[in-house]
């Protein structure tokens, strides 16, 4: 199996240490997300051979389908995998906007289909839905896409949630752009295997990756369908392991606790069952951590500067879901060594990888002429360029500087 990988697009801006907020929480770098770092790191993505780019889809960053489209003119084959949620947009509307994106990128249009969490910013946009609800209009949404994008005469369609009338599309989308979906909670899994092509799931440890999977291969198997699936995490990539661990003890230390109190309690509002399971994954550490009676002195707790204690399995770091909402979790060491544990994932059946790290052009690099190569050497990857592969000693990226900080 031939692996994909993705890089990601912070729309809400980048920085050189980890940014505290997302998911419902207000969230901004010291790079802020203009036009012009955005094409850097879109540039750094392609040029590396990421097939695409997540474009993620909140009140906390920059809308997705803007911010994309207004990237499609300065690349040639980078993919846009655009984030949305379906209680914000209508699905007619949704289909069309496919259609056209798909036609002026040249077919390079991905789809990131979000129920959305937060019931704060749900309602916030609207919604005053349960999350239940919210699953169901997902199901009834998607419906309706599929079936505008396949239709040569208008459909109507009466749903609990949804009602269109004599809907047709002008242009469908060709050729039709995969529908990547994430969720963990109950109500999500069927609406998986019925509409989506690409099953997402965050970095978690291998036998909770294997569970997760093998419940949406069982109930896609129901529905007469197999899908893809993929794993959201970020990368900490380095020519030796000592000198990742110290990258992301860097990264701790710089955390200042206040950060992690105020995101942790937003995020402990949050209904996502993946949320929940990011949190868990570092409950210890920051309990352990509080205990130090160090609040209010302005001095961090004993442990924060520990990147051990929040290796949760061989390589796998949870230190960045102590600031930060939704994929909370990173892989950190030499490059052979993330190189290994992303094949471990890959033989559990995970074929897309969507990567990112801090800040996001540099570890592109970094990525990019130290992990993929090894991959390549495996046939487990291909490079569109087939950019030869040597040795990585210094990236591209220590040399850039940082002119949009």
Known sequence: MSLSFHWFLPTYGDSRNLMAGGHGTSMAGDRPASLRYLNQIAGAAEENGFEGVLTPTGAWCEDAWLSTAMLVETTETLKFLVAFRPGIIS????????????????????????????????????????????YERTGEFLHVVRELWRSH?????????IQIENALLANRPDPLPPIFFGGSSGPAGPVAARYADSYLTWGEPLFAVSKKLEWIRGLAVDHGRVLDYGLRIHVISRDTSEQAWAEADRLLQAVDPADIERVQANLAQSESEGQRRMLEL??????????????????KPDGYSSTERLEIAPNLWAGVGLVRG??????????????????????????HFILSGYPHVEEAYW??????????RKGLWNHPAQRPAGPVSTPFATALTASSS
């Open 91 to 134: 699905p007619v509307l949704a289909a069309q906007m496919a259609g056209t994106f798909q036609r002026h990128s040249r077919g390079r249009l991905l789809l990131n289909v979000v129920t959305g969490g937060e019931p704060h910013e749900q309602r916030a946009y609207g919604d005053f839905l349960s999350k239940e609800e919210r």
């Open 153 to 161: 005469d208008p459909i109507s369609f009466q749903g609990k949630h």
């Open 282 to 299: 570092h409950a210890g550490f920051r309990a352990t951590a509080g205990s130090a009676g160090t609040e209010g002195s302005g001095r």
């Open 326 to 351: 939704g994929a909370g979790t990173a892989l950190v060491g030499s490059h052979a060594e993330v190189a290994e544990r992303l094949i471990e994932y890959s033989r559990l059946g995970i074929k």
């Open 367 to 376: 990525f990019g002429e130290g992990v993929l190569p090894i991959l390549r």
